[in-house]
């Protein structure tokens, strides 16, 4: 299969937390470690088998590219994009493609996919619907999409229900970096939404999960994107004494991730 690429709205801004940054191999582990193995049971519940082929969009680092090559197995296919492959070309497996791809507005091939997953990519773009419809049309009859992204209005900062003066500014540093991420374009409330998107678009059985998280991979996460978001937080007003002394602090703080929305749907011929 043939994918191109071109510059697109999608990374016109520039994503805040792009590819490119030293933090990168801690936030990959981290969201590795938090969301894998959900993923991994949402792919199981829907009966992934050999000889499937999967389409693994914004796939990071590859590890649920991986996962879901050694599951589909020779007969099966995977491939995996993104806007940058940097930490996917490393990858050497024999069923499993990666490409360089815009999922706004490169090709997608009509009819093609037996699963379909994107995690934490929807919500950052400038049209999910229109991309959710471009992901429709690239599933096979009786094939299923898994769509994972965060609800942040599902959580009231990082330390719910703050006692310390510790917990209000690790409230206030995380209410200042979902700032940033919505003023790059993101819609954080998109994932509440995705039920109804999905049923109205004629999928039946549309299943939505949420979790939290929270423990030692939570606070990596939420040290990789501070550091690697470090210059624009403190153009925008977060005090690098305070920056600092939330950094400091990550070890003793009882931090949650936002509610991570799973939806599951499967399509039903037409």
């Not at 999922?103 to 959710?132: F, G, K, M, Q, W």
């Not at 003066?165 to 409230?171: G, L, P, Q």
Request: some cysteine.
């Amino acid at each position: 299969m043939t994918m191109t690429s071109s510059p697109s709205a999608s990374s016109a801004g520039g994503y805040l937390l792009d590819n490119a940054g030293d933090q990168v191999p801690d936030r990959w582990d981290a969201l590795s470690r938090l969301y894998d193995e959900p993923t991994f049971r949402r792919f199981q519940e829907v009966g992934i088998r050999p000889g499937w082929r999967c389409l693994e969009v914004g796939a990071g680092s590859g590890s649920v590219a991986c996962w879901l090559a050694e599951r589909v197995g020779p007969a099966g296919r995977v491939t995996a994009t993104d806007l940058d492959t940097r930490w996917l070309d490393r990858l050497q497996l024999p069923n499993l493609t990666v490409a360089r791809h815009d999922i706004t507005c490169d090709r997608l091939p009509v009819l093609r996919y037996d699963l379909i997953h994107c995690r934490l990519v929807l919500s950052h773009l400038p049209n999910p619907e229109a991309v959710i419809d471009r992901l429709i049309r690239s599933l096979r009859p009786r094939g299923w999409l898994v769509l994972e992204e965060f609800d942040t209005g599902c959580l009231d900062g990082a330390c719910p229900r703050p006692r310390t003066e510790r917990e209000h500014r690790a409230n206030r540093i995380r209410e200042a970096f979902t700032r940033l991420i919505e003023k790059r374009g993101a819609d954080l409330g998109f994932a509440s939404r995705l039920p109804v998107l999905l049923t109205d678009r004629g999928f039946q059985a549309v299943e939505v999960r949420g979790s939290y998280e929270s423990g030692p991979s939570v606070r990596l996460l939420e040290r990789a994107n501070l550091e690697q978001s470090r210059a624009e937080l403190i153009e925008n007003g977060v005090t690098p004494a305070d920056l600092d002394a939330h950094l400091d602090q990550l070890p003793r703080l009882p931090l949650l991730m936002p509610m991570m929305i799973s939806v599951v749907a499967r399509k039903w011929p037409s």
